[in-house]
């Protein structure tokens, strides 16, 4: 079974800048959208931004213009750097592949979480 691995999770200074990146453990064939979700405690998950295959962008209104996802195809990576990093940022952070298959089926596959803390 693939599975997704996060990194670059960890405590930081309120302002300060953390880079995630997550990679699959094996091969997954049409990757369509990868994302990343965060969950803080007593919250609900929710999405932080996303990114089709063609490179459109998606953000939630509380990371535009700090956070900014990017993806390199080849390695089936993506990254979610995060600048000017708000306490209200502190959160365990997944990522999330989005394969599509023949007549539009698909399959989620999600990350294990990495916690980000940002102290004030």
């Known amino acids: 079974q693939v599975q997704l691995v996060e990194s670059g999770g960890g405590l930081v200074q309120a302002g300060g800048s953390l880079r995630l990146s997550c990679a699959p453990s094996?091969?997954?064939?049409?990757?369509?959208?990868m994302g990343w979700y965060r969950q803080a405690p007593g919250k609900q998950r929710e999405l932080v931004a996303a990114?089709?295959?063609?490179?459109?962008?998606n953000y939630a209104d509380s990371v535009k213009g700090r956070f900014t996802i990017s993806r390199d195809n080849a390695k089936n990576t993506v990254y979610l750097q995060m600048n000017s990093l708000k306490p209200e940022d502190t959160a365990v952070y997944y990522c999330?592949?989005?394969?599509?298959?023949?007549?539009?089926?698909?399959?989620?596959?999600w990350g294990q979480g990495t916690q980000v803390t940002v102290s004030s």
């Open positions: 999330k592949f989005v394969a599509t298959y023949w007549k539009g089926s698909s399959y989620d596959y």
């Open positions: 094996g091969v997954i064939f049409s990757i369509n959208v």
């Open positions: 990114i089709t295959s063609g490179g459109s962008t």
